[in-house]
């Protein structure tokens, strides 16, 4: 009966439900250009050093389960199909059922020359561990039962990832290959895969994607695809699987100038501005030549004019506030100065490696002379905070996360305010072929990846992030500007501008505690109250105490976005 009645649940489910995301496979709208040629970039296999690796993106589904995990909606096991000859599988991949499915997972190759000893950089397990099993747990499942292998490693070997099979029986050890230990690095816990509500999730898991714990431009780790397991109650054990390490610390993936080029025309982004946006970009040379000025503490009444490539902006040292740059001083020039010139925008872009050569991290800044003034959300009513979030100078980046495997696009970060959010591929607005679209937020400037309202705070009242699809757009390939490639030597000269380390504004000038007050006084009594709450919670940012410095100052010039 049991059976029965789950068979038939499971008819009207499949009538009824809306297919899963995962069901479909993500691509990017327009094919990967066909770059120009360079050395190791985009040719499929990165060698780190007597191990070759590729990234597989093709999959056989081994099993789903229909709940738990994000949105409810259950994950996916995958085991990685049509290996090049001579690579071996690392691991299985898992995702959430809640997106497409777009993801890879490294296979490799031990190359007979090893840098570290006459071992094979690659061996089999002697044996496997059950991690888990679906066995006897109540989940709506799809494809049997799910078991969850740990290989054992030969002495001197770590394993990379996990095994999952239908079957009870312990998998061949043919299956699958452990790294020589050289190869191996310490990982940590990224985004929650699966899991299930506590209630009924006794005895049972939660899955988490793994990152290098060692990022940034010189950290040697490289990202698996892989992910981890974790025994409810216990935290995870990220010391039973590794990613792996570029031994060679070699950045023979990392494209030429020619491949960055290329590169920026397949995937630079188009910013829309909000209908109401009155602060918009421009270009640096821009705002220097239209009368910016550069002070010096001591010598208030002496500012200075800016050379059109920044070549008396003071450089290096620490963000001290010694000098400072503002708006030129008649009206007139400033406020034309503050609505900024989209026609003489431009985007600056740097690139440098990730996860040990094998992507590359390519952010693209955006200037504004001026960010605009925040409104709040009180209840049901728009309040304008008056002169609050207003300043000179505002700096703002989107990064575009490029495999170094096949040059494809992975993700994009939206820098927001002090933080910010990585978004994979599949959930972006794509336009013109592979081109990302963000969305920049009225007055602030924060990069959304879709139009509509965020709130800053809690419940019904907050800071308001409104962005929407105006008339205005800047295409940022139009003028792209190559800033920085530190890995590429010299080829890149950076300007001047950019080693200025103090603000691209001045401090405050406005009493924030009278800003304030002619707000209060305008709100019904009844929100004064959670009003005054929602002001003592505001980000140092907004009242203007973080000050405006410029790109190579920000979080984060030589790490990974996303930590
Ligand atoms: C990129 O590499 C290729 C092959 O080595 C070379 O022909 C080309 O000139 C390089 N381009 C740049 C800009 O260095
Ligand atoms: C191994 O040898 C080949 C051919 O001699 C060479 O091209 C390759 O760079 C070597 N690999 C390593 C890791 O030294
Ligand atoms: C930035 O300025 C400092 C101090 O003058 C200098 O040591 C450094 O080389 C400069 N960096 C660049 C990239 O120009
Ligand atoms: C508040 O501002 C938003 C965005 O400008 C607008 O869409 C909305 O209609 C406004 N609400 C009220 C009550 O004025
Ligand atoms: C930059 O990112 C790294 C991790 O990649 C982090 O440890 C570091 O604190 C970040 N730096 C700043 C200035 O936020």
Known sequence: ?????????????????????IESIFKLPSPIPKFPPGDGFAT???????????QISTFNKIWSALEGGPDNKGATFYEPSSIPDGFFMLGCYSQPNNRPLFGWILA????????????????KPTDYSLIWSSESKKIKQDGGNCYIWLPTPPEGYKPVGYLVTNSPEKPSVEKIRCVQSEFADAIEVDGWIWGLDKKINTNNINMYEIRPKDRGVNALSVSTGSFVVQNVGATADVSLVYCLKNTKNNLMAMPNLSQVEALIQAYSPVIYFHPDEAYFPSSVDWFFQNG????????????????????????????????????????????RVKKGDLAHSCAYFHIKPMFGATFTDIPLWIFYPFNGPARAKVGIFNVSLGKIGEHVGDWEHLTLRVSNYNGELKSVYFSEHSGGQMIDASDIEFENGNKPVAYSSLHGHAFYSKPGLVLQGSGSIGIRNDASKGKMMMDTGITPMVVAAEYLGQVVVEP??????????PKISYDITNEIKKVRN???KLLRGP???????????????????????KNNWSGDEKY
């Open 1 to 21: 009966m049991g059976l029965f009645f789950s068979l038939l649940a499971n008819l009207f489910k499949k009538c009824d439900d809306k297919p899963l995301p």
């Open 44 to 54: 499929g296999v990165i060698d780190l050093g007597g191990l070759q690796v590729c």
């Open 108 to 123: 490799a190759k031990t190359v007979t020359n090893n840098s570290f000893s006459s071992h094979s950089s690659l061996a």
């Open 496 to 505: 001047m501008w950019l080693n200025y380390s103090r603000k691209w504004g």
């Open 292 to 335: 910016a000025l550069l002070y010096e503490k001591g010598k208030e009444s002496e500012p200075r004019p800016i050379q059109p490539d920044g070549s008396n902006l003071p450089q290096g040292g620490s963000n001290d506030d010694l000098y400072w740059l503002d708006l030129p001083k008649d009206d007139s020039s400033k406020e």
């Open 531 to 553: 009003f005054d709450k929602f002001v003592r919670g505001l980000p140092n940012e907004l009242l203007g105490e973080e000050g405006p410095t410029g790109p190579k100052m």
């Open 522 to 524: 305008v709100l019904p």
